[in-house]
Protein backbone atom coordinates (compact mmCIF):
# COMPACT_ATOMS: atom_id res chain seq x y z
CA UNK A 1 0.00 0.00 0.00
CA UNK A 2 1.01 3.46 -1.10
CA UNK A 3 0.04 6.67 0.96
CA UNK A 4 1.16 10.29 -0.38
CA UNK A 5 0.56 13.66 1.04
CA UNK A 6 1.44 16.63 -0.74
CA UNK A 7 2.68 18.68 1.33
CA UNK A 8 4.44 16.65 3.50
CA UNK A 9 6.66 15.41 -0.31
CA UNK A 10 7.44 12.32 1.68
CA UNK A 11 5.26 8.94 0.42
CA UNK A 12 4.87 5.93 2.79
CA UNK A 13 4.79 2.61 1.56
CA UNK A 14 3.87 -0.33 4.07
CA UNK A 15 4.27 -3.90 2.98
CA UNK A 16 0.44 -5.42 2.50
CA UNK A 17 1.51 -8.57 4.65
CA UNK A 18 2.46 -6.23 7.59
CA UNK A 19 -0.56 -4.05 7.17
CA UNK A 20 -2.68 -7.70 7.58
CA UNK A 21 -0.38 -9.09 10.47
CA UNK A 22 -1.37 -5.51 12.19
CA UNK A 23 -5.33 -5.87 12.07
CA UNK A 24 -4.95 -9.37 13.07
CA UNK A 25 -3.02 -8.59 16.28
CA UNK A 26 -4.94 -5.69 17.27
CA UNK A 27 -8.37 -7.31 16.84
CA UNK A 28 -7.19 -10.29 19.02
CA UNK A 29 -6.86 -7.31 21.99
CA UNK A 30 -11.08 -6.57 21.00
CA UNK A 31 -12.58 -4.58 23.13
CA UNK A 32 -9.25 -3.02 23.92
CA UNK A 33 -7.24 -0.83 21.99
CA UNK A 34 -3.90 -2.60 21.49
CA UNK A 35 -0.85 -1.25 19.09
CA UNK A 36 3.20 -1.07 18.92
CA UNK A 37 6.20 0.20 17.21
CA UNK A 38 6.50 0.56 13.50
CA UNK A 39 10.07 0.11 12.11
CA UNK A 40 11.84 0.49 8.32
CA UNK A 41 14.07 2.69 6.53
CA UNK A 42 14.21 5.15 3.50
CA UNK A 43 14.32 4.98 -0.04
CA UNK A 44 17.99 6.00 -0.90
CA UNK A 45 16.77 9.70 -2.11
CA UNK A 46 14.72 9.85 0.93
CA UNK A 47 11.75 10.51 -0.65
CA UNK A 48 10.12 7.39 0.32
CA UNK A 49 9.15 5.46 4.10
CA UNK A 50 9.01 1.92 3.77
CA UNK A 51 7.43 0.72 7.04
CA UNK A 52 8.46 -3.21 6.81
CA UNK A 53 8.03 -4.71 10.34
CA UNK A 54 6.44 -4.24 13.93
CA UNK A 55 7.79 -4.96 17.40
CA UNK A 56 5.29 -4.53 20.10
CA UNK A 57 5.75 -3.86 23.64
CA UNK A 58 6.05 -5.90 26.48
CA UNK A 59 3.93 -4.05 28.70
CA UNK A 60 0.96 -1.76 28.26
CA UNK A 61 -2.28 -0.29 29.66
CA UNK A 62 -5.50 -0.24 27.88
CA UNK A 63 -8.82 -0.14 27.53
CA UNK A 64 -11.69 0.64 25.23
CA UNK A 65 -11.01 3.91 24.42
CA UNK A 66 -7.06 4.31 25.32
CA UNK A 67 -3.67 2.27 24.70
CA UNK A 68 -0.91 3.21 27.13
CA UNK A 69 2.60 1.26 26.14
CA UNK A 70 5.60 1.22 28.62
CA UNK A 71 9.10 0.98 27.61
CA UNK A 72 9.94 -1.61 29.89
CA UNK A 73 11.86 -4.88 28.30
CA UNK A 74 11.23 -2.90 24.44
CA UNK A 75 15.18 -1.67 24.28
CA UNK A 76 16.29 -5.22 24.53
CA UNK A 77 13.33 -6.30 21.78
CA UNK A 78 15.23 -3.25 19.33
CA UNK A 79 18.89 -3.94 20.28
CA UNK A 80 18.01 -8.04 18.92
CA UNK A 81 16.05 -6.60 16.07
CA UNK A 82 18.51 -3.70 15.02
CA UNK A 83 21.55 -6.53 15.25
CA UNK A 84 19.21 -8.60 12.97
CA UNK A 85 18.46 -6.05 10.65
CA UNK A 86 21.26 -2.80 10.96
CA UNK A 87 19.32 -0.95 8.11
CA UNK A 88 16.35 -0.32 9.39
CA UNK A 89 15.39 1.68 12.47
CA UNK A 90 11.84 2.98 14.67
CA UNK A 91 9.77 5.07 11.85
CA UNK A 92 6.73 5.23 13.72
CA UNK A 93 3.97 3.79 16.20
CA UNK A 94 0.18 1.92 15.91
CA UNK A 95 -2.48 1.30 17.47
CA UNK A 96 -6.17 0.55 16.89
CA UNK A 97 -9.53 2.34 18.01
CA UNK A 98 -12.03 -0.80 18.42
CA UNK A 99 -15.59 0.23 17.24
CA UNK A 100 -14.40 3.23 16.27
CA UNK A 101 -12.74 5.68 12.80
CA UNK A 102 -8.90 6.06 12.52
CA UNK A 103 -9.13 9.59 14.20
CA UNK A 104 -6.49 10.53 16.45
CA UNK A 105 -8.09 11.29 19.86
CA UNK A 106 -6.59 14.70 22.16
CA UNK A 107 -5.01 12.30 23.77
CA UNK A 108 -3.39 10.64 20.63
CA UNK A 109 -2.68 13.89 19.37
CA UNK A 110 -1.07 14.77 22.75
CA UNK A 111 1.08 11.72 22.32
CA UNK A 112 2.27 12.13 18.80
CA UNK A 113 3.30 15.58 19.32
CA UNK A 114 5.27 14.20 22.69
CA UNK A 115 6.86 11.83 20.57
CA UNK A 116 7.93 13.75 18.26
CA UNK A 117 9.96 16.27 19.90
CA UNK A 118 11.18 13.90 21.87
CA UNK A 119 15.12 13.70 21.62
CA UNK A 120 15.16 10.03 22.05
CA UNK A 121 13.35 9.41 18.69
CA UNK A 122 16.21 9.56 16.26
CA UNK A 123 13.34 10.01 13.08
CA UNK A 124 12.28 13.20 12.79
CA UNK A 125 8.51 13.15 11.68
CA UNK A 126 7.44 9.25 13.00
CA UNK A 127 4.50 8.03 11.48
CA UNK A 128 1.22 7.05 13.65
CA UNK A 129 -1.24 4.67 12.25
CA UNK A 130 -4.57 4.36 13.50
CA UNK A 131 -6.52 0.90 12.92
CA UNK A 132 -10.38 2.06 13.24
CA UNK A 133 -12.08 -1.16 12.81
CA UNK A 134 -15.88 -2.49 13.75
CA UNK A 135 -17.23 -5.62 12.73
CA UNK A 136 -18.12 -4.54 9.01
CA UNK A 137 -14.77 -2.90 8.45
CA UNK A 138 -11.37 -1.80 8.98
CA UNK A 139 -9.91 1.72 8.21
CA UNK A 140 -6.45 2.98 8.28
CA UNK A 141 -5.42 6.39 9.27
CA UNK A 142 -1.45 7.76 8.58
CA UNK A 143 -0.61 10.66 10.17
CA UNK A 144 2.72 13.10 10.45
CA UNK A 145 3.61 15.76 13.09
CA UNK A 146 5.04 18.86 10.62
CA UNK A 147 6.21 21.75 11.95
CA UNK A 148 3.81 20.96 14.84
CA UNK A 149 1.11 20.47 12.54
CA UNK A 150 -0.88 16.78 12.13
CA UNK A 151 -1.19 15.58 8.32
CA UNK A 152 -3.19 12.73 7.36
CA UNK A 153 -1.89 10.67 4.51
CA UNK A 154 -3.94 9.71 1.31
CA UNK A 155 -4.02 6.28 -0.29
CA UNK A 156 -2.54 5.99 -3.45
CA UNK A 157 -3.69 2.69 -4.19
CA UNK A 158 -4.36 -0.13 -2.19
ZN1 LIG B 1 -6.14 6.53 19.69
Do not use: C
Not at 81 to 95: A, M
Not at 122 to 146: C, R
Amino acid sequence: MILTNIEIGLSIEIDDKLVGNLIYIGKKHYPNEFGGFLIGNYSDDFKKLNITDTILPNRYKSTPFLFERENIGVDEQFEKFYKENPQKFYVGEWHTHPNNLPIPSNMDIKAMNNITNSKEVAIQNPIFLIIGYNKIKTELGFYIIFKNKIYKYETVNK
